[in-house]
């Protein structure tokens, strides 16, 4: 701890001992504290206010009590903030099921249990909530600095964890940090075969709808959540069209999540129909030639396929993966019946040019036109100015999408990656007031707007665009390329693609490569000082991105059968996984017991070197029990054999000298106890020798 | 407290347990190793175990890599531990230094120490196999070194017991596992007779027989004179200024005279003691003992059959409370 940070824990705590005078129970617990404080701090950014709030205010009034040594509260204080935390958690969720409520829940649960922390075996619990809350943090993100931060905090749970079972003394924090990594790091290489050879398999139940989005798609969307992967360049997919048509760039939308459910913050998919038997697409016409195309998909992490606009479900058009059930929904979205954390490749043939002259029952239609009350008021006034200015009453949607497309135009939009943060009522903000952004802030403004001019919209996200590789005659498709549209309903006509963003930013959709994103404080110096250090920086950070991602996030079944082809096996199946797993933890567990067995007959040395010379005196006749020095032992002999036995005698007065005197040695030392055997050999037969005469 | 001490037919695990200690052999020095160190999960191992399978679960239907990572780390962490907690024992030398002679009723000490040829270990616990874990004496042993943990038990009963039946473990380092040995030493501990609480003033001095009938009475207080040092004398006794000198000079301890012509002679008579049950009157003489001891009187005791001739010191009081820990 440094002099200023020191200086910082006085000023905030008067009675602050310092750090090295703290009783132990007071340190091990504040320890353990900002391990938990460390643990959850990656949470804030997702969490609700109160949530972080609560933690703060409750892990800063356990550190008090830690310091001044007071009394924990009682069980009903206790129970009484629990309930609550869960009732501002139903509060802000409106359910206490799934994965953000339940993330809540735990970490409430976790402060908490802190203030019932009285003996140390009691923290056993809140050390097992917190490997939990741990693996919480890789729903929102797997990245390399998530898990940096998350080895930290296993780091810390288990130095805690071994503090509270040494209980003499006061262990210094680094010494019990030392050997919570010698169990972690003598562990790793069970970390590592598990890891490669444990089997993938699916979920084992459900698809988790609410799992998490490193890439460019999620089930949701909210403004500012694409902002994080524009810079994410790693390959979404790669698709190749056989008839050698080239299809242009502006033409290329491919087709993820459909979000109609709006809730003032967020955009959500519509729960419909997932199960049951494929159903023919409802009012979807086909216009000219169909394009067939194959696609290799690097694990999406999403149950569905972002499939070129519009691939139907006819036979030969739609695509077939082994051990997966592919489903087209109503709202022309291709679901898989688990999420994709494979490379998949496979076949299908896609018509640009459709029609999808669907009809809308009441329901659709309300969501289509559904406003969350209390958000977003002035685009709702806005809207109807608009409407009376432009003299849209009676104008079809088509005729009211085009004024607003020329507004767009007109008004003064432009197109940034880093648009800045917008609140709450961020729709207002990016459309009256500032006016910048970029595909998810056009698309989910342009719905908005729509719907306030009473016409049916909905956004679509997915991915557009594509890079061809001039190596292989592939189209590349990056995360980066993750972009979001928007759909409106017209009687007859049916659902309509408008793309507000090309409205502002042609570019953006007819070029294919991705704006830049304007970059950060730091990068930005470090461009004007360097550039080239600049660039070998990045080219170094994506290599090591890229390792991180291919080694560790996209380690998959895949690559496990791939590593038993390596091995030999010719065509290894889930069965071998699993045997040749069971073998490497059984091979593992005997060279442990192997160990152990050998490190049994492993006894002291100067243990094992008297009994040997006991041994050789024995044979001497020479009484010599366990307890005698050796200067006992070596008046016994002279006392026996006189001046005879003078050079065993005199070894073992040396013997005497190496483990007591003032120059005594480490280790005993071998050659001695090899001249002493021999002499004592020597004497024996010299003794018999003389017996009989 | 004895192995022997009778078990209910019908508590089956008392029994097998009872008849496993009772194989084993009874020595004063134990080295521990693989055949005499047991290893089971504790109740947090368990815990940890369904954390692990909750942690698992959770990464297979979130299709979590880093949570396999996860739960694969703390996995390995856990059988690493494992290993651990077992080492922590093996290998230790336990070793019981010989038991002073305790009171029945009043704790009597076992002082163990606990050496370690290689590495130091960490958070060795000691207890009585039969005491609560909560009574554990925890201890750590350094490196090539030696550390000494104490665990005392009340025996209920005078008379020379075996040692009772000591138990060391440890849940080092990560409390998953808990590693113990059972050792029975071999030593046997002498236990006195209850002290009896509140016992009534010792009885009357007699004039010592044949001494001169009129004594003066001395308890020390009066110096008489110095003479060399008996073994027996108590502490309080030695003239520690002259003592000091003479060993300058190379004489041995020099101890005050208290003009052993005048002694009084103080009999502890088990026919003294009224009419109670022959443990009380053994209570009431060791009372009484101590009590004579204390007032540095010269005291014999009388026991049926058995006589002990006056005299007084750490030597007399030793045999005195022997012959009544002994008595039948």
């Not at chain 1, 694409?226 to 790693?234: F, G, I, L, T, W």
């Not at chain 1, 679901?335 to 018509?351: H, K, L, P, S, Y």
Request: positive net charge; hydrophobic residues 45%.
């Amino acid at each position: 701890m440094n002099a200023s940070a020191a200086a910082a824990v006085r000023r905030a705590v008067p009675n602050w001992p310092g750090w090295h005078r703290l009783p132990r129970e007071a340190r091990d617990t504040l320890f353990l504290l900002a391990v938990i404080a460390w643990t959850v701090l990656p949470h804030a950014s997702h969490l609700p206010a109160w949530a972080i709030a609560m933690t703060a205010i409750v892990l800063v009034w356990r550190g008090r009590l830690a310091l001044a040594n007071a009394a924990l509260p009682g069980r009903w204080v206790i129970v009484g903030v629990l309930v609550v935390a869960i009732g501002l958690t139903y509060w802000s969720y409106r359910t206490l099921l799934g994965k953000e409520p339940g993330v809540t829940l735990a970490v409430a649960l976790m402060s908490l249990k802190t203030l019932e922390l009285r003996a140390r075996r009691d923290a056993l619990v809140v050390f097992f909530l917190g490997f939990f809350l741990v693996l919480t943090h890789f729903l929102y993100s797997q990245s390399l600095f998530t898990a940096l931060a998350m080895l930290v905090s296993v780091w810390g749970l288990l130095t805690a964890l071994v503090l509270a079972h040494m209980p003499v003394g006061k262990p210094s924090l680094r010494q019990a940090g030392g050997l919570a990594a010698r169990s972690a790091l003598f562990g790793a290489p069970v970390m590592v075969a598990l890891f490669m050879l444990f089997p993938r398999i699916g979920p084992l139940w459900g698809t988790p709808q609410d799992a998490l989005g490193r890439t460019g798609l999620s089930g949701t969307l909210r403004l500012g959540g694409v902002a994080e992967v524009a810079n994410d360049d790693s390959i979404a997919f790669r698709v190749r069209f056989e008839e050698g048509l080239a299809p242009l760039p502006e033409s290329l939308y491919f087709r993820g999540p459909v979000l109609a459910r709006f809730d003032g913050i967020e955009w959500r998919r519509r729960n419909g129909p997932l199960s049951g038997a494929p159903v023919t697409t409802p009012g979807v016409r086909t216009i000219g030639l169909g394009l067939s195309y194959q696609m290799t998909l690097e694990p999406i992490r999403l149950p569905l396929l972002p499939l070129l606009e519009f691939t139907p479900n006819t036979v030969g058009a739609a695509p077939q993966i082994d051990g997966y059930t592919l489903l087209l929904r109503p709202d022309l979205q291709w679901q898989t019946d688990r999420i994709v954390t494979e490379r998949v490749r496979f076949a299908a043939r896609a018509w640009p040019r459709y029609e999808h002259i669907a009809g809308l029952d009441a329901d659709e239609r309300a969501e289509a036109l559904y406003l969350p009350p209390g958000f977003n008021p002035r685009v709702a006034a806005w809207a109807a100015q608009f409407r009376r200015e432009h003299d849209l009453q009676d104008a079809d949607a088509m005729a009211i999408t085009a004024a607003v497309l020329a507004h767009i135009r007109s008004a003064g939009f432009s197109y940034t990656l880093a648009p800045g943060y917008y609140g709450r009522d961020g729709i207002d903000e990016f459309w009256l007031d500032r006016r910048a952004g970029f595909c998810e802030h056009f698309a989910t403004a342009f719905v908005v707007v729509m719907r306030a001019l009473g016409v049916p919209a909905r956004v679509i996200t997915g991915y557009q665009g594509a890079d061809r590789s001039p190596l292989d005659g592939f189209y590349v498709v990056r995360q980066s390329y993750a972009h979001a549209w928007a759909e409106v309903w017209q009687p007859r006509r049916g659902w309509q693609r408008v793309d507000p963003t090309a409205a502002v930013a042609p570019e953006r959709i007819a070029r294919s490569r991705n704006l830049e994103p304007q970059p950060g404080l730091v990068a930005g110096a470090l461009r004007t000082v360097s550039p080239e250090l600049m660039l070998q920086l990045r080219a170094s950070w994506e290599a090591l991105n890229n390792s991180w991602n291919q080694w560790v996030l996209n380690y998959s079944r895949g690559q496990q059968l791939d590593l038993l082809k390596s091995l030999g096996v010719h065509s290894p199946s889930w069965e071998d996984l699993a045997m040749l797993t069971i073998g490497a933890l059984s091979t593992l567990a005997l060279g442990g017991a192997a160990w152990a067995w050998w490190d049994r007959h492993r006894i002291d040395p100067w243990v094992r070197q008297m009994e040997r010379m006991r041994d050789a005196l024995r044979g001497l006749g020479i009484a010599a029990a366990a307890h005698e020095a050796p200067r006992v032992l070596a008046a016994r002999v002279r006392e026996r054999y006189g001046a005879q036995a003078e050079s065993l005698a005199a070894l073992l007065d040396a013997l005497e000298q190496q483990r007591y005197s003032r120059a005594s040695i480490v280790r005993p030392d071998t050659a001695l106890t090899r001249r002493f055997v021999w002499h004592a050999r020597r004497l024996r037969v010299l003794a018999r020798a003389a017996a009989p005469g | 407290m004895n192995a022997a001490s009778p078990v209910a037919p019908w508590n089956v695990r008392a029994r097998v347990r009872g008849w496993l200690t009772s194989r084993l052999p009874r020595t004063d020095t134990q080295l521990l190793t693989q055949g005499n160190v047991y290893i089971l999960p504790t109740r947090a191992g368990w815990m940890f175990a369904l954390t692990l399978i909750v942690l698992l679960v959770a990464s297979v239907n979130y299709q979590l890599n880093l949570g396999y990572v996860l739960t694969f780390l703390l996995a390995g962490s856990g059988i690493v531990s494992m290993h651990i907690t077992h080492g922590t024992l093996r290998g230790l030398t336990l070793h019981l230094r010989p038991v002073a002679p305790a009171f029945a009723a009043s704790p009597a000490v076992l002082d163990v120490v606990m050496s370690s040829p290689s590495s130091a270990r960490f958070g060795v616990g000691l207890r009585l196999l039969d005491a609560p874990a909560s009574t554990l004496a925890w201890t750590n042993v350094p490196a090539g070194g030696q550390s000494t943990a104490h665990v005392s038990f009340v025996p209920a009963t005078r008379g020379r017991h075996d040692v009772p039946t000591l138990s060391a473990e440890t849940r080092f380092p990560l409390g998953l596992f808990r590693a113990w040995t059972v050792w029975r030493p071999l030593a046997q501990v002498l236990v006195y007779p209850r002290i009896e609480a509140d016992a009534p003033a010792l009885p009357a001095a007699r004039p010592a027989a044949g001494g001169p009938t009129q004594a003066r009475r001395s308890e020390g207080g009066e110096v008489e004179g110095v003479r060399a040092y008996r073994r027996g004398d108590p502490l309080k006794l030695i003239a520690w200024k002259k003592a000091a000198q003479a060993l300058e000079t190379g004489a041995d301890l020099v101890s005050r005279d208290t003009s052993t012509s005048a002694r009084q002679e103080l009999w502890l008579d088990w026919t003294a003691c009224g009419s109670m049950s022959a443990e009380d009157r053994l209570s009431r003489l060791t009372a009484w003992t101590l009590a004579a001891d204390r007032a540095d009187a010269d005291y014999g005791l009388l026991l049926p059959g058995l006589e002990i001739e006056p005299g007084d010191g750490d030597s007399q009081r030793a045999r005195c409370l022997e012959a009544l820990g002994l008595w039948h």
